[in-house]
């Protein structure tokens, strides 16, 4: 099992960056595929990024595509989420997510993942 914990969210402006990180616990991070989701107020949770454990795979979700660049250090068992031109919409709590299931595609992850942050919350001022 891996523990998950979210670091880098708050306010930030309309068109702005912020980056996540998330720090994973055991020593068996490099073999878990990562990921985020986010929940928006009233919303259901939503997929934002994946990163399978060989890097050789990144999906987004179409919604931050091209804003959004997920990516993982082994080294450093942290995984990473670059949030660019942000917009009021991206206003959200984000979870980091690791699963131990191995796919080729990062796509598979988009159905869900086995282990979870507690979240960090992203506010967007428009």
């Known amino acids: 099992q891996v523990q998950l914990v979210e670091s880098g969210g708050g306010l930030v402006q309309a068109g702005g960056s912020l980056r996540l990180s998330c720090a994973a616990s055991?020593?068996?991070?490099?073999?878990?595929?990562m990921g985020w989701f986010r929940q928006a107020p009233g919303k259901e949770r939503e997929f934002v990024a994946a990163?399978?454990?060989?890097?050789?795979?990144?999906h987004y979700a179409d919604s931050v595509k091209g804003r959004f660049t997920i990516s993982r250090d082994n080294a450093k068992n942290t995984v990473y989420l670059q949030m660019n031109s942000l917009k009021p919409e991206d206003t959200a709590v984000y979870y980091c997510?690791?699963?131990?299931?191995?796919?080729?595609?990062?796509?598979?992850?988009?159905?869900?993942?086995?282990?979870w942050g507690k979240g960090t919350l992203v506010t967007v001022s428009s």
């Open positions: 997510a690791a699963d131990s299931r191995i796919y080729s595609s990062a796509i598979n992850y988009a159905r869900g993942m086995e282990y």
């Open positions: 990163i399978t454990w060989s890097r050789g795979s990144t």
């Open positions: 055991g020593r068996t991070f490099s073999t878990y595929a």
